[in-house]
């Protein structure tokens, strides 16, 4: 194999590494629904919480002189919340950027801001907005304004099933993957969700979240359809052994430019709780 071979694919698997390892926060599966449900902040006692976090990578190696590897990376991510009386405010904010030899690999973040009213009654009110790019599948920007009503059907201890749903009006820009193509698009769609949270057992506990999104495109006449969701099941093997299975899925029936489809993420692991 050539010396130039050689170091693309080795540029290649060291940017699958850090994709799959991460730089401190990695980036959802489709950045164009955003699983608000995994980023929700709890507490019994606190009426603001907080989460953020910072950091920076930078290395040159190669095994040659005249093949060197040069990476930077960048990632910040924030996650707030405050509460007002009966109602919650959101913030969350993540970005996410890898540069390899001065080659943008990873150019990735979003901003979404969400009210969340009579946060604690069955029936409660969203009023959410949000700004996210994906430059790796060609969008830059997205930028969506939306309301949902979401009803809790469930207030056992061992299980949870809520659903909600609403109208939002949804901007994007998507370059064509193969060519410079710019291509603008907007709709006003139908956006609505399932929420499933149950203990199977005193071992297993589910998690599943379905996201739906519908919207009618003029332009060809005809309705563009976007289902996204992410399936955990979390098995107590012992004591202190803990097996995670989480299965993520994005589908898209007619995409505005050609990228993929169907996209997913599987990942399983073990975690040991000292």
Known sequence: MC???????????????????????????????????????????????????????????????????????????VN?????????????????YLEINDNPWLNFGFAHLRGHLYAESATSLEIFGQYSYDNFRGLDPRMLLGANIRQRLTSQESVELTVGGGPMMEWERWQHPNTDEIREVSFLKLNAFLVVRKSLSEWVDLNAITYYQVGYDEGISALRHRWSGTVNINTRLSKRWSLNNAFQYSYEDKPIVPITRFIFDWRVGLSIDL
């Open 3 to 77: 010396k130039d071979k050689k170091g693309r694919i080795g540029r290649l698997l060291l940017g699958l590494l850090v994709g799959l390892m991460g730089i401190g926060t990695v980036p959802s599966l489709d950045a164009q629904i955003l699983n608000i449900e995994q980023h929700r902040l709890r507490s019994d006692s606190s009426r603001f919480l907080f989460k953020g976090s910072l950091g920076m990578q930078l290395f040159n190696r190669s095994a040659a002189a005249d093949d060197p590897v040069n990476l930077f990376g960048l990632n910040a991510s």
């Open 80 to 96: 707030a919340q405050y509460e007002v009386g009966r109602h919650a405010f959101i913030a969350i904010g993540q970005m996410n």
